[in-house]
Nanobody, 121 residues
Framework: QLVESGGGLVQAGGSLRLSCAAS????????MGWFRQAPGKEREFVAA???????YVAESVKGRFTISRDNAKNTVYLQMNSLKSEDTGVYYC?????????????????WGQGTQVTVSS
């Protein structure tokens, strides 16, 4: 089970930190990812992190978003800085077994319910 938190309303240029708490699986051996879905658009990849903290970040957020994890707390984070209105959407946490960092939705076998992020301009 994956449970996201930390979403909310923020002004453009502001910051938010999303959290995703995992239970019921071997968190430390899973790749964790963040995806987002803007209104009227398909869900898109944001970032992923391996158990050893290797990361893969989408070009659209590189330099502004940072993914990290705390294996002792079974939690993955997404630090979002310099937010823009186009970052608005529902952010989903996802998990996949193995070590390969992937950006495809089909590569992930567990999903959270999502948390809303709204950036006002």
């Amino acid at each position: 089970q994956l449970v996201e938190s930390g979403g909310g309303l923020v002004q453009a240029g502001g910051s938010l930190r999303l959290s995703c708490a995992a239970s019921g699986r071997t968190f430390s051996s899973s790749v964790m990812g963040w995806f987002r879905q803007a209104p009227g658009k398909e869900r898109e990849f944001v970032a992923a992190i391996s158990w050893s903290a290797n990361t893969y970040v989408a070009e659209s957020v590189k330099g502004r978003f940072t993914i990290s994890r705390d294996n002792a707390k079974n939690t993955v984070y997404l630090q979002m800085n310099s937010l823009k209105s186009e970052d608005t959407g529902v952010y989903y946490c996802a998990a996949r077994r193995g070590a390969a960092l992937r950006a495809g939705e089909g590569d992930y076998d567990s999903w959270g319910q999502g948390t809303q992020v709204t950036v006002s301009s």
